[in-house]
């Protein structure tokens, strides 16, 4: 049972700047998307970034495209979210997912949460104006 765990949420300013991570416990899977969800009060959980463990492919959803950059550390396990300009619609429980196998998946279908099968706990980001 594959665990993560996500840290680095808190409050900030609009126009400021957070770095959300995700430390997965071992697993052997080579193969594997991991990804970047969030859900803001009285909304559906959205997708805001996705990658693929051999690289390569990092899809964003439009609202955060070209503020947001996903990342990761194959050596620690890790994923990263590095959020800049927030804005106060950013403001969200940001959840880390990940799903494994090496088929390819196209963009809409990485960014539905119901396609992925573990997942952190949460972590609240909370940007104010």
């Known amino acids: 049972q594959v665990q993560l765990v996500e840290s680095g949420g808190g409050s900030v300013q609009a126009g400021g700047s957070l770095r959300l991570s995700c430390a997965a416990s071992?697993?052997?899977?080579?193969?594997?998307?991991m990804g970047w969800f969030r859900q803001a009060p009285g909304k559906e959980r959205e997708g805001v970034a996705v990658t693929y463990s051999g690289g390569g492919i990092m899809h964003y959803a439009d609202s955060v495209k070209g503020r947001f950059t996903i990342s990761q550390d194959n050596a620690k396990n890790t994923l990263y979210l590095q959020m800049n300009s927030l804005k106060s619609e950013d403001t969200a429980m940001y959840y880390c997912?990940?799903?494994?196998?090496?088929?390819?998946?196209?963009?809409?279908?990485?960014?539905?949460?119901?396609?992925?099968?573990?997942w952190g706990q949460g972590t609240q980001v909370t940007v104010s104006s």
């Open positions: 997912a990940a799903e494994f196998g090496g088929v390819f998946r196209p963009r809409w279908w990485l960014l539905q949460d119901e396609n992925f099968s573990y």
């Open positions: 071992e697993y052997t899977y080579s193969s594997y998307y």
